[in-house]
């Protein structure tokens, strides 16, 4: 794939995450995959999402940055919410949430098979205690 494809890629997967258009994953991720180090199912990593949105169903996903290099995507995204539910190991209290992601992703055969991401705990703790 060429960069523009890999940005294209990734904007459609970003794009399916925020619309919870969960059942066309098999578009984006191999049926078994790394993810955080760990090897998953493509259910599990769908089982993931419904994580965060079944606790923070209005959770949105905001690209700001993408890297493409070889096969690989980097990108940072601004993460917001209100989680309604614990999540994370946290209690809600009806704070909502803004905070930074990195990811970084491996495509192979035109779909991820590596995927990495953080997120900032420490200021999403901060903003849900008030």
Known sequence: MTPEELRAFYEGYIDLANKREYHRMAEFAHDELIL??????????????????D????????????????????ARLVDTGTPIAPWNGFAPTGASVKFEEVGFY????GRFKT???????DLIRRQLAG
């Open 36 to 53: 955080n180090g760990t090897p998953v199912k493509r259910d599990d990593m769908v089982a993931e999402f419904h994580k965060h949105t």
């Open 55 to 74: 606790a923070v169903p209005d959770f949105h996903w905001d690209i700001q940055d993408i890297i493409v290099q070889g096969d690989r995507i980097a």
């Open 106 to 109: 491996q495509i192979v055969d």
């Open 115 to 121: 995927m990495w991401y953080l997120m900032d705990v």
